[in-house]
């Protein structure tokens, strides 16, 4: 394996900071994940770690027709970009459900699907949809472990989604079931605490059927836990990051070998006193949640130190420090990919160390033209 796969062969004309994007690893990690799901059909990738058109086209290709997303933005950009189905992965409140009637009016050949989880919403849905004499389609979103969205696991989760078909202007295909607090290292017990939430939602696909209720359509888990819902008949797998993948996920997640196929391009400012680079990777060009030592790994920097950063400025404390000049090249890998590449309009295309095609984040933006 060629460790120095990341470096460019010319990188005068490219400004930092900059995104870039390794094609053929991309390509790469869309095999895998077909290869995890066993087929095409069976997947609905998320498209929010990316939001490029030309990523799900790629995907396109090979087969892939339906996708999630978490934006109204996100869902008109898979839907021009020519997926057949796209599932915004919220329930949607406000003028969101105003847009998305817009949606539907706009691309008719594409099937658009939200998630409901308490009558409220259905009864909004219902309000809007009824006023254009559109039907909206819906799954039930299913809070089997995350705790952020989503029916709680009780009781009343059957009648609930029971009751949706009493909507004249709703349609229920089925259920959202995210799991993606489960990230263990160890694939036994990342599966085995999966396992153990999916329990309630096979009682519930239980009473769907017996109670003759069509039968539904099932999304379960992210990237994390899709070599686990693999494992289950009847389930469609949702990952999105694995095809960029970030050192988050290589570090957290061994058994699933993706490639980090997305790197932030940076290069040395300043060199303010000896032993510290400062670099212009700010707040501003990588993804800053989490603590300062887990935001970005650099491959072609060996015994560093974070020491601060601000808003255009990461300063390093490095061991190697007469080495390196005033407008020297770094290459890091996220920690967290999905928000950094939200930071970037564009993405340099890489193939074979050169700068091949910028590929435009377009749906990083609230709104294109809905």
């Given at each position: 394996?060629?460790n120095?796969?990341?470096?460019l062969?010319?990188?005068?004309q490219?400004?930092s900071?900059?995104l870039?994007?390794?094609?053929d690893r991309?390509?790469?990690n869309?095999?895998?994940?077909?290869?995890?799901a066993?087929?095409?059909?069976?997947?609905?990738?998320?498209?929010?770690?990316y939001?490029?058109t030309e990523l799900?086209?790629m995907?396109l290709m090979?087969?892939?027709?339906?996708f999630?997303c978490?934006?109204i933005?996100?869902?008109e950009?898979?839907a021009?970009?020519?997926?057949?189905t796209?599932?915004?992965a919220h329930?949607l409140?406000?003028?969101?459900?105003?847009?998305?009637?817009?949606?539907v009016?706009?691309?008719?050949?594409?099937?658009?699907i939200?998630l409901?989880?308490?009558?409220?919403?259905?009864?909004?849905?219902?309000?809007v949809f009824?006023s254009h004499r559109?039907t909206?389609?819906?799954?039930?979103?299913?809070?089997?472990?995350?705790?952020r969205s989503?029916?709680p696991?009780?009781?009343?989760?059957?009648?609930?989604y029971?009751?949706?078909?009493r909507?004249?202007?709703?349609?229920?295909?089925?259920?959202?079931?995210?799991?993606?607090?489960f990230r263990?290292?160890?694939?036994?017990a990342r599966?085995?605490?999966s396992d153990q939430?999916?329990?309630?939602v096979?009682v519930?696909?239980q009473?769907?059927?017996?109670a003759?209720?069509p039968?539904p359509?099932v999304i379960?888990?992210?990237?994390?836990?899709?070599n686990?819902?693999?494992?289950?008949?009847?389930v469609?797998?949702?990952p999105?990051?694995c095809?960029?993948?970030?050192w988050?996920?290589?570090?957290?997640?061994p058994?699933?070998?993706?490639?980090?196929?997305?790197l932030?391009?940076?290069r040395?400012?300043?060199?303010?006193?000896?032993?510290?680079l400062?670099?212009?990777?700010g707040?501003k060009?990588?993804?800053?949640?989490?603590?300062?030592d887990?935001?970005?790994k650099f491959?072609?920097?060996?015994?560093y130190?974070?020491?601060s950063?601000?808003?255009?400025?990461l300063?390093?404390?490095v061991?190697?420090w007469?080495?390196w000049?005033?407008g020297?090249?770094?290459?890091g890998?996220p920690?967290?990919?999905?928000?950094?590449?939200?930071?970037?309009?564009?993405?340099?295309?890489?193939q074979?160390?050169?700068?091949v095609?910028?590929w435009?984040v377009?749906?990083?933006k609230r709104?294109?033209s809905?």
């Open positions: 394996m060629d120095n796969w990341f470096l062969k010319d990188t005068t490219i400004d900071p900059a870039l994007l390794y094609k991309v390509a790469s869309i095999n895998l994940m077909l290869q995890i066993g087929s095409a059909e069976r997947l609905i990738p998320h498209v929010k770690t939001k490029m799900v086209r995907q090979q087969g892939i027709t339906r999630k978490a934006t933005a996100e869902a950009m898979t021009r970009a020519g997926a057949s796209v599932i915004i329930q409140v406000g003028p969101k459900i105003e847009r998305l009637a817009q949606l009016q706009t691309f008719p050949k594409v099937e658009f939200s409901v989880d308490c009558a409220e919403s259905a009864s909004a849905l219902q309000v009824s559109l909206a389609k819906v799954l039930v979103d299913v809070n089997n472990a995350m705790d989503g029916h696991v009780n009781d009343e989760l059957f009648p609930f029971q009751s949706l078909f909507y004249p202007y709703l349609k229920v295909l089925g259920l959202h079931v995210y799991d993606g607090s263990d290292a160890d694939f036994a599966k085995a605490k939430a999916f329990q309630g096979s519930l696909l009473q769907i059927s017996a003759g209720l039968e359509l379960a888990g992210g990237s994390p836990a899709q686990v819902h693999a494992l289950r008949d009847g469609h797998l949702s999105g990051t095809l960029v993948w970030d988050g996920y290589g570090e957290g997640l058994d699933q070998p993706f490639q980090w196929a997305g932030v391009f940076t040395v400012i300043s060199k303010p006193k000896p032993g510290y400062t670099v212009d990777l707040h060009a990588i993804a800053a949640e989490n603590p300062i887990k935001r970005v491959l072609n920097l060996d015994q130190s974070f020491v950063q601000s808003e255009e400025h300063v390093l404390e061991a190697d007469d080495k000049k005033v020297d090249a770094l290459y890998v920690y967290h990919i999905c928000p950094t590449i939200n930071l970037y309009e564009e993405a340099m295309v890489i074979n160390g050169e700068w095609d910028t435009q377009v749906a990083r709104k294109i809905i």
